[in-house]
C-alpha cells in the first residue's frame, strides 16, 4: 500500500513539475538544474563525514526532475549515472503495476462432504 501511494505521490509530481515547462518552455531545463544542484547540496550538507547515501526523497526528486531536462545533460546535471536515474524512475512507477494486495492465498479449502465421498470412492474403486 505504501508503495502504491508513493507511485501515486511520484506521478503527481513528475506532472506538477511539467506544467512549468509547458509554459515557459525556454527556462525550465534551467529551473530544473537549478533544483537539481539544491537537492545535492541539501543531500550533501546532510552527509558532510561519510559516503553519499541517497534517501528515497533524495531518489524521488531526482527521478522527478529528470523528467523536465534533455536526457544528453543528465550525465553533466546529476550525481549519478543517466541509468541509475531511470532504474528509480522505473522503481516508482512499478508499484503501480504490484497487484500483491489484491492476490488470494491460492485455492480454497475443499469443502469437507466432497473430501469424504472422494476418499470413499477411492476406497471402493481401487483401479
Do not use: C
Not at 8 to 25: E, G, I, Q
Not at 58 to 77: E, M, T, Y
Amino acid at each position: 500500500m505504501f508503495f502504491v501511494i508513493v507511485s501515486l505521490l511520484y506521478k503527481v509530481t513528475r506532472k506538477l513539475l511539467t506544467v512549468p515547462s509547458v509554459l515557459l518552455r525556454r527556462g525550465t531545463a534551467k529551473e530544473a538544474e537549478l533544483l537539481v544542484l539544491r537537492q545535492e547540496n541539501a543531500l550533501l550538507r546532510r552527509q558532510l563525514a561519510g559516503p553519499v547515501r541517497y534517501e528515497p526523497t533524495d531518489r524521488f526528486w531526482f527521478a522527478a526532475l529528470s523528467g523536465l531536462i534533455p536526457r544528453r545533460h543528465w550525465l553533466k546535471i546529476f550525481p549519478v549515472t543517466p541509468g541509475t536515474l531511470l532504474a528509480w524512475h522505473r522503481r516508482f512507477i512499478a508499484a503501480k503495476w504490484d497487484y500483491t494486495a489484491r492476490r488470494r492465498g491460492g485455492r480454497s479449502p475443499t469443502p469437507v462432504a466432497i473430501r469424504t465421498l472422494v476418499l470413499r470412492l477411492a476406497r471402493e474403486n481401487p483401479r
